[in-house]
């Protein structure tokens, strides 16, 4: 049988593939949470790159406040694991060494609170997904009537959220040292670390005032822009892992050769050179969070809804079907980049152009039912912010309400031959229960719902007429059909 990828086995491999120090003496900087395939493929590998030009103490902790499956894959392999990189022009592997540790907070609540307090720790980052902040999409306030965020709210020295855990975290900070602290949200949330702070400052009102006078002048939340696309890891990753490296390597995660990741400069203190590996450090985030949102994510979300609900299993497969990448170039010229205004270095062109090319890569199979999860959290800062923008500038909201109506369709839990579909959502039940029945009926009671759409869009005759137009001819006609007319009109 293979051996597996740990720290002994770790040194055979070529110096070409693995960073030259020892991971055994890498002392830890960063706490990260939510330690999934994304962050093992995007910040842990511009920290690797950073310690490669500018070794320090930068070693990160994951965290995990759920699944304790992730841990202990990486734990049963010193907490090494391999990136691949795979497009067209060919793959490649790199082996992590950065990450040192992943701890499963559900089983001893205390730790992470802890290590946020240690001063040796200098930067928190955070990929937790979107609904991962307790936050209500609509208000982007926090959401004090969800389930861990009022349990937190009750027991804050046994925390189990993630706004709660931070909070935990800093207060402990404040009382042991008062060290300064820097806390990067790296989820596709619009401002995150604004928001994020804003999060963190009402959950700390609730509980300590002084805690949040010294979080609100000690700890910094820069914005950020993060991107890779890095679908679910498969078994076939696994085993073209381990025919490269001569190992076996259970944590590996694939993505594609493109990286972006635009930081806002405003830190509390030191940080690792992640611009070794490219990262760009800029005053302000958010044209590059608008773009990537409004562009990157709300295609991939179009492609994935009516992908899926055209029959097809992943993306490349859904821009390859007629019709597909026109309504995706079309959407991004006519609705979502108009409502951008990007830096004049930015050639909004030449990105929707590689966009089309990333979402065809057949090299890295990326799921629609994976992209198409969690809509209701996604769709806010993906579609509604465009339409939002669009409505008051008297522009086209046409192609930006087929995508929303598709997810309608989508929640409604059953696809076009009538198979039924897993919808996974936080609002799941709520969102098939509604969208059943005629278009009209599907679109009143799921535009009413506020959490999603606020106050405003469902008072907005203009959108819900294009609703109910792209909804009846999904549901008349199917999506493949759909699109075609929608291309053509
Ligand atoms: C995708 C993103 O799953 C999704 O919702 O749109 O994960 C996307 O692949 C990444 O944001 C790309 O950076």
Redesign the pocket.
Known sequence: MTQSLSLSTFARLPLAIRPHYDPAALRAGIVHIGTGA?HRAHQAVYTEEALAADYGDWGIIGASLRQPGVGDTLRAQDSLYSVLTRSAAGSGVRVIACLRDVIHTPSDPQRLPALIASPQIRLVSLTVTEKGYGLDPATRSLDFTHPDIAQDLRAPHLPASTVGTLFAGLHARRLAHGQPLTVLCCD?LQHNGRLLRQLVLAFAEQVDGATARWIESRVAFPDTM?????PATTPATLDEVEERLGLRDAAAVWGEPFMQWVIEDAFAGERPRWEAGGAQFVSDVKPYEDM?LRL??SS??LL?YLGYLGGCDYVYQAIALPGYAQLVRRFMQEEAAPTLSMPAEQDLGAYQAQLIERFGNTALP?RCH??A??GSQ?LPQRFLAVVRDNLAAGRPVRLSALAVAAWMRYVGGADENGRPIAVQDPLAQQLQAAAQGSAADIVDRVLGMRSIFGEDLPRSERFRGELVAALQRLQQVGSRAAVMEYVTA
Not at 226 to 230: M, N, T
């Open positions: 994304f596709n993060v991107d890779r696309i890095v990537k990157l994510n991939n979300s994935a990326h994976q992209i999860m969690d996604k």
